[in-house]
């Protein structure tokens, strides 16, 4: 079966990883149609928007999504790039579970001494302390107030918490919950008891919870000790950073935008962002978006691509190919994995 997929390369060094990682799709045998969208910083510069509004509505007839990298400061300000583009189509295609895996590929050296962990990290995304509630009041006087309202609904926990306690369950039994609920008794406190409820319908599951901070200290003292680590929108959003650090940077960290329903697409896209200082320069790691290419094959059935894929890129990382940051070009690292793929 084909699957049509819609590459958005966006900013900065998406546009040169997004274009690797579809001729390493290519050379895996993955059966894929792809039609590529321009909607980034410049589109919005020169369209004052980031997608047309009939964006979402094009992407909901495709059967995955794969983002290179969206944002550029200096030009556009985060907050319009994000709010217009990644979080609206994660928001308008459910994509509450945001996954990213935190492990060492061959002959890439971590910061930690151990190379023995395999954490899969859950994020929930699609609200929290991102559902942007809030506002500005008094705005430049010295009574100004801004508040951001963090929203957590039975559903929406409840559904992220579910997804992860299936994937310990296929996984190594272990699931870790992620919370605050010492000091913030609502939200959180709210969280562990959904985690408890849920509990009781997976006893094959060990069920253990951790303050984000006390987390922050395993994934660096013990790392090998997780196996599904499940937190809020902005938990996970700062543990799958350090998961990406403990597994020799940002170059190597791939995630997807899973819609476990499958009611509307997915996306797929490495979390390095665009890295505006060294676009251009053809020394972008393209690891990462290679790894979220393998997700999406996976995601979407066609397995053995996707397996094609990591065995090629850790295939190259164990000559050492790609694993020290900016010694090696993209040109590089893409050919020694099309190397491999050809084998």
Known sequence: MTHRIALIPGDGIGIPVTQAAMR???ASGADVQTVTFPWSCDHYLQHGVMMPDDGIETLRGFDAIFLGAVGWPARVPDSVSLHGLLLPIRKAFV???????HRLLEGVEGPLKTRDFDILCIRENTEGEYSGAGGRVHVGTPDEVAVETAIFTRAGVERILRFGFEQARARRGQLASVTK????????????????ELAAEYPD????????????????????????????NLFGDILTDLGAAIQGGLGFAASANIDPTRSGPSMFEPVHGSAPDIADKGIANPMAAFWSAAMMLEHLGQTAPAARIMVAMEAATARGIGTQPGRDTTDAITAAVLAQLKD
């Open 181 to 196: 609920s010492n000091a913030q008794r609502h939200t959180m406190v709210f969280w562990d008891q959904v985690t408890d």
């Open 24 to 26: 390493v799709v290519t």
């Open 205 to 232: 599951v060990q069920v253990t919870r951790y303050h984000i901070d006390a987390m922050c200290a395993r994934m660096v003292m013990a790392p090998e000790s997780l196996d599904v680590v499940v937190a809020s």
């Open 95 to 101: 994509q509450y579970a945001n996954i990213r895996p």
